[in-house]
């Protein structure tokens, strides 16, 4: 696996965190995730690893927390969910790339009396490697839970707690029913906390993985905020983009009706149609020049029949039909006139529809290119080289899920 430097990692991440040019509006509906991710920043700059256990109430997290530090720091009873917030405690060990390890402990994600039970989802979601500790056989619940954290992007490790509860042939069967209900295409370790069995995995775990997983956290945290900030304006920008073609679709119905000669002919439409393209561009933020706008224009025309046909056509067909009305009135006493209102109308009901469909697919094409003119932070991640299953693996799931849960096709006018 290519080596991976934190200090590099920072910088680009800090940089591209600077080119992000926030309105005051978007600091204000995005503050959470914004605060989030600085502390995640902050982290990385730090060479901090953040490890969450989480489970339902009662499975012991945080006697296994304590097992590792090897000190009662965080509290424990006979009754279940005595841990009622998430509490964090350093965990020092020795690595060369690593400089702190932060452990925390969470409430159970079943325990009624937790205040803000998606703040502490969030948080442990935010971790660079979870513990999801159970004291037996998967349930429907747990499963359920560790899928989403999978789906997420996240690495997970299943620890086995409460052994002294089964025998030996009871422990073994456990595991298989737990390693049989797990992703088949991951390799998610199920680790039995017996003494230093789990210390020593995490040790070697992190002296592994732990500099990968804390730049890919941080740039997974970065692409979800990016992402959230993207939808936001998208859906800000589909209202300009309808009024706006809703605008040009009124002038051009009005000049197509109202015009009864061959004064405003294809090549008015035409320019219009440019002007359109050209406004829709500066509301996606891509700075296209004139022969940029023509040839998006060119390409939808020829790639859609009905749009081509009434732009070049219908429009002329029915502005002939129009002129040669006008030119026989005179010797019909105004007869022929009595057509001219309804052609006048289903043309003007043409440029509409026209425009409409015109202004739709432009805005399509325009935000297909305008993709290109940024760097996203999944583009760092795909940039990086994984040759180890391990994380390249969980990488994977995190883009099919990305690009399944993110299609912004629909929030195009």
Same mark, same amino acid.
């Given at each position: 696996?290519?080596?991976?430097?934190?200090?590099?990692?920072?910088? &680009?991440?800090?940089?591209?965190?600077?080119?992000?040019? &926030?309105?005051?509006?978007?600091?204000?509906?995005?503050?959470?995730?914004?605060?989030?991710?600085?502390?995640?920043?902050?982290? @990385?700059?730090?060479?901090?690893?953040?490890?969450?256990?989480?489970?339902?109430?009662?499975?012991?997290? %945080?006697? =296994?927390?304590?097992?590792?530090?090897?000190?009662?720091?965080?509290?424990?009873?006979?009754?279940?969910?005595?841990? !009622?917030?998430?509490?964090?405690?350093?965990?020092?060990?020795?690595?060369?790339?690593?400089?702190?390890?932060?452990?925390?402990?969470?409430?159970?994600?079943?325990?009624?009396?937790?205040?803000?039970?998606?703040?502490?989802?969030?948080?442990?979601?935010?971790?660079?490697?979870?513990?999801?500790?159970? %004291?037996?056989?998967?349930?429907? #619940?747990?499963?359920?839970?560790?899928?989403?954290?999978?789906?997420?992007?996240?690495?997970?490790? =299943?620890? @086995?707690?409460? +052994?002294?509860?089964?025998?030996?042939?009871?422990?073994?069967?456990? +595991?298989?029913?737990?390693?049989?209900?797990?992703?088949?295409?991951?390799?998610?370790?199920?680790?039995?906390?017996?003494?230093?069995?789990?210390?020593?995995?995490?040790?070697?775990?992190?002296?592994?993985?732990?500099?990968?997983?804390?730049?890919?956290?941080?740039?997974?945290?970065?692409?979800?905020?990016?992402?959230?900030?993207?939808?936001?304006?998208?859906? !800000?920008?589909?209202? &300009?983009?309808?009024?706006?073609?809703?605008?040009?679709?009124?002038?051009?119905?009005? *000049?197509? *009706?109202?015009?009864?000669?061959?004064?405003?002919?294809?090549?008015?439409?035409?320019?219009?149609?440019?002007?359109?393209?050209?406004?829709?561009?500066?509301?996606?933020?891509?700075?296209?020049?004139?022969?940029?706008?023509?040839?998006?224009?060119?390409? +939808?025309?020829?790639?859609?029949?009905? @749009?081509? =046909?009434?732009? =070049?056509?219908?429009?002329?067909?029915?502005? /002939?039909?129009?002129?040669?009305?006008?030119?026989?009135?005179?010797?019909?006493?105004?007869?022929?006139? @009595?057509?001219?209102?309804?052609?006048?109308?289903?043309?003007? *009901?043409?440029?509409? !529809?026209?425009?409409?469909?015109?202004?739709?697919?432009?805005?399509?094409?325009?935000?297909?290119?305008?993709?290109?003119?940024?760097?996203?932070?999944?583009?760092?991640?795909?940039?990086?080289?994984?040759?180890?299953?391990?994380?390249?693996?969980?990488? #994977?799931?995190?883009?099919?899920? !990305?690009?399944?849960?993110?299609? /912004?096709?629909?929030?195009?006018?």
């Amino acid at each position: 696996m290519k080596h991976l430097k934190v200090d590099k990692n920072y910088i &680009l991440l800090k940089n591209w965190w600077e080119t992000i040019d &926030l309105t005051n509006y978007e600091k204000s509906f995005f503050n959470r995730e914004i605060i989030s991710f600085n502390q995640q920043l902050f982290r @990385l700059k730090e060479k901090k690893i953040r490890i969450g256990t989480y489970g339902k109430s009662g499975v012991g997290k %945080s006697s =296994v927390l304590n097992s590792l530090l090897k000190k009662d720091i965080f509290k424990t009873d006979i009754i279940n969910g005595t841990t !009622r917030e998430i509490q964090a405690k350093t965990w020092t060990i020795k690595h060369q790339n690593i400089n702190i390890v932060e452990l925390l402990d969470s409430p159970g994600y079943d325990f009624c009396n937790i205040k803000f039970p998606e703040k502490v989802y969030s948080r442990v979601n935010h971790s660079d490697l979870i513990l999801f500790i159970v %004291s037996g056989d998967l349930n429907r #619940n747990e499963l359920s839970e560790i899928q989403s954290m999978i789906k997420d992007g996240k690495k997970i490790i =299943v620890i @086995l707690n409460k +052994i002294d509860l089964f025998k030996k042939n009871e422990l073994n069967e456990i +595991i298989e029913n737990i390693k049989f209900k797990l992703p088949k295409d991951l390799n998610i370790p199920i680790i039995i906390n017996h003494e230093n069995n789990l210390k020593n995995y995490l040790t070697k775990i992190i002296n592994k993985y732990g500099e990968i997983l804390l730049i890919l956290n941080s740039l997974q945290l970065a692409d979800k905020l990016f992402l959230r900030i993207k939808e936001q304006r998208l859906k !800000r920008r589909q209202k &300009l983009a309808q009024s706006t073609i809703g605008k040009f679709s009124t002038i051009k119905a009005s *000049a197509v *009706a109202l015009n009864p000669f061959i004064l405003f002919d294809v090549a008015g439409s035409f320019a219009l149609d440019t002007a359109l393209i050209s406004e829709l561009s500066k509301i996606y933020g891509l700075k296209l020049k004139s022969e940029s706008t023509r040839k998006i224009f060119k390409n +939808i025309s020829i790639n859609n029949l009905f @749009l081509g =046909v009434t732009q =070049v056509g219908v429009n002329s067909s029915f502005n /002939f039909v129009k002129k040669v009305i006008l030119l026989t009135a005179p010797f019909t006493n105004g007869l022929s006139l @009595l057509p001219y209102g309804p052609i006048a109308i289903i043309q003007a *009901a043409i440029a509409v !529809r026209s425009t409409k469909n015109l202004g739709k697919l432009a805005a399509k094409e325009i935000f297909i290119r305008s993709k290109a003119s940024f760097i996203e932070p999944a583009i760092m991640i795909q940039n990086m080289t994984f040759n180890d299953p391990e994380i390249f693996n969980h990488i #994977n799931i995190y883009f099919s899920n !990305r690009n399944l849960n993110n299609n /912004f096709i629909s929030f195009l006018p």
